[in-house]
């Protein structure tokens, strides 16, 4: 069974025409042709030259326009993603449109605001809040937290997944690091279920050896890969929209040449997770206007490709602390991303530039992907819901329409009701009464005593557990784990 997303039944956000959209494949295209991409791994080169690629410089391969755009046929437009609990499982792609989570380095106080490094049990917390709630449909990488406290580096993401799997039944996207798909990859394997696998090009145009050898391996696996990069416009990238979307279009398409070669017919998704550079600072923005322009150029294209897309930039923001700016920060480009053909948005928990996380930040950003979905269904029109018929009876009658039939059957599909938002009038609270933020602190205490996550019969924990101390083993004996600790 498929889970319920979001059908986007409205016309799609688009901004450019027919011939400027040409004009951007075609620029690519050249991108791709004279400039090339580079493949830090002798395998790569080998396969892609092997394919009619030419290699300059030892390592920069420049790819023929056929290849490119034969390679771009080969990708399903739709794929299944199977989750290990029923009815958990979502198909991305068409005019579905699902929500994700988004992660930080540290967990965050909720009243000074300042950061700490997350505890396990938080982890489990954090992933439990996400498994009850009803607009997020699948988690991302890391999630909730880069790094867990008394658990040594190299395990950050193993023990991540192991916590993911544990304590919910969606889907799952995982990262890498230090060839730790090997071991989560024998959990989904362990599990009966897929992972949708993360490939990270480095901006400016370049594919680094540990990318490319977790790539061998997911699409050996036969598993949907999720390309990316994370250019900064202005930066790796160039400082317009369309030069940075060529550079950053090209990034994703020489990596979908080498996915495709490998095994012609491997379903991918296409993000987009570009950000401009604050030229005051030197440092990324989050979450801006610009980003979301950006997006929305981005989404346009790759519809043109027929592939799958996923946006991830209203996961984070500029704001340090869950106040008005980072509602606005995550809301606009939520909203853009959906509007403009996004099938995957990561929104949900992250609060300051990838660096801190809360679940009640996750509980808050739930009311607005409900509110952005609600948006998408668009308007139901036929003559019931016009209600003619019924106007003519009532406004000249009773002149309200509170005690109507249609109103009872009606009121509650036509208006979206938040889990967490403070919609009481003053009269009834008070300028000092309940606000979204209590409101989601109260929620999330309610979801840890009542909620209960689908869990994994015995067997399957054991197992989970076995290939974590095979994983802890495996870098104990390559030296980066200190069992002293």
Known sequence: ????????????????????????????????????????????????QGAGCRIVDDERVLFPEWLVEDSLTKCPS?????????????????????????????????????????????????VKVLDALPNLHFLSPYTPYFQIEGVQPVMWILETVASQVRNTGKIIRIGYQKESEIFALQMAQALDMDFLCSVFATSPLTYYGETLNALYRFVEAGFPIHITSGGAIGGSLPATTAGATVVHNAELMAGIVLIQ???????????????????????????????????????QMWRRYGLPINNSLSGCVNSKKADYQCGYEKAIPTLVSALSGANGVHLHGGIHAELTYHPVQSILDDDVAGMIGHFLRGVDINEETLAANLISQVIPGAGHFLGEEHTLKWFKQEQFFPNVADRTPLNQSGPDGPDA??????????????????LLNAGKDQEIERILEEARRYYKNKGELNTTK
Do not use: C
């Open 1 to 48: 069974m498929i889970m319920n997303g979001f059908d986007r039944d409205i016309p799609l956000l688009q901004i450019l025409s027919e011939e400027r959209m040409e004009a951007v494949h075609r620029a690519t295209l050249e991108t791709l042709r004279n400039t090339g991409v580079r493949f830090l791994d002798s395998k790569a080169l080998q396969v892609l």
């Open 78 to 126: 739709n794929f299944l993603l199977r989750s290990r609990e029923p009815g958990r499982s979502i198909r991305l792609g068409g005019n579905a449109v699902y929500f994700s989570s988004f992660p930080g380095m540290d967990t965050v106080d909720l009243d000074t605001w300042k950061s700490r490094r997350a505890t396990k049990a938080e982890q489990d917390d954090g």
């Open 261 to 299: 070669l490998l095994r012609p017919g491997t379903s991918v998704v296409a993000n987009t997770f570009v950000n401009p550079m604050n030229m005051k600072t030197g440092t990324p923005s989050f979450a801006t206007i610009e980003s979301s322009l950006h997006a929305v150029v981005f989404n």
């Open 437 to 454: 933020l209590s409101n989601a602190k109260k929620r999330m205490a309610e979801i840890l005593e009542k909620h209960r996550p689908p």
